[in-house]
Nanobody, 123 residues
Framework: QVQLVESGGGLVQAGSSLTLTCVATGDRITSYAMAWFRQTPGKDRDFVAFINWAGNNRDYASDVEGRFTIFRDNAKNTVYLRMNSLEPEDTAVYYC????????????????WGQGTQVTVSS
C-alpha cells in the first residue's frame, strides 16, 4: 500500500502563496487518483482538490477554485498543491490522499492518507 508524506506547510500572511508537496512511497502513484483535503479542529476533513492518475482531469472545492492548483509528477511519485492568494479561512491541516477514482475521492473514501501538514494564514 502506498505511504504518503506531506510537507511545505507553514505560517504565512494573507495574500501569500505556498506549495504543498506529497511524496509517495511503496507504490507508484500512477495507480491512484490523488487529492488534497483539509481539516480544522472540531470539523470534518473537507475536500480541496482532485487530480486523476494521468493529470488531465482536476476538480476543486468552490472556495479554492481559481486560487489553488493541484498537479502531479508521476516520474517523481509526487503530488503538489499550489496555493495562491491565501486567506485566513484557509488555515487548516492539509492532508494528501490516494484513492481509486473520482467518485471515491469526492466521497472521502481514500485508500491511504498522509500525516498532514499545518498551514496557518495570518490576517
Amino acid at each position: 500500500q502506498v505511504q504518503l508524506v506531506e510537507s511545505g506547510g507553514g505560517l504565512v500572511q494573507a495574500g501569500s502563496s505556498l506549495t504543498l508537496t506529497c511524496v509517495a512511497t511503496g507504490d507508484r502513484i500512477t495507480s491512484y487518483a490523488m487529492a488534497w483535503f483539509r481539516q480544522t479542529p472540531g470539523k470534518d476533513r473537507d475536500f480541496v482538490a482532485f487530480i486523476n492518475w494521468a493529470g488531465n482531469n482536476r476538480d476543486y472545492a468552490s472556495d479554492v477554485e481559481g486560487r489553488f492548483t493541484i498537479f502531479r509528477d508521476n516520474a517523481k511519485n509526487t503530488v503538489y498543491l499550489r496555493m495562491n492568494s491565501l486567506e485566513p479561512e484557509d488555515t487548516a491541516v492539509y492532508y494528501c490522499g490516494a484513492g481509486s477514482d473520482f467518485g471515491a475521492v469526492r466521497g472521502g473514501r481514500m485508500l491511504s492518507w498522509g500525516q498532514g501538514t499545518q498551514v496557518t494564514v495570518s490576517s
